[in-house]
């Protein structure tokens, strides 16, 4: 696969979980992923998953846009914004930057860095 289509795969995953899609978010994933989240550390598949689906997947609304998109080789960088509605009002704003690894079309390796105080401001300390 080539740079286009890592892009490709990294855009399907954003829209996934703008979507709330999470059947796709686990296909986009090899089965023995690492991720490491800013706040979080290193988590496997399954755990990064249930995070995904407990936490964004539960808003009411989600908006990504991505701002940001560069790749090379099988490395791929997103920038995004998110907004997140929440029952009872509460709304998340945060920036994100995700680097993932992509390698025969599915992330092996990914990292997330976004601000903790947004998600302190919307959710108090946790």
Known sequence: MGIEDNKAVARRYMQA???GDIDTVRNLQHPDISW???GNGTLDRDTFTGMVAEGL???DKR???ITGLTAEGDR???QAEGEM???GGIVYRNSYHNLLVIRDGLIVEGREYMDPRAAEQ???SQ
Do not use: M
């Open 36 to 38: 490491w989240i800013l």
């Open 76 to 78: 791929v960088a997103v």
């Open 122 to 124: 919307a959710f108090g």
């Open 57 to 59: 997947l539960s808003a």
């Open 63 to 65: 908006d990504i846009q």
């Open 85 to 87: 509605t929440y029952p």
């Open 17 to 19: 979980v703008e979507d």
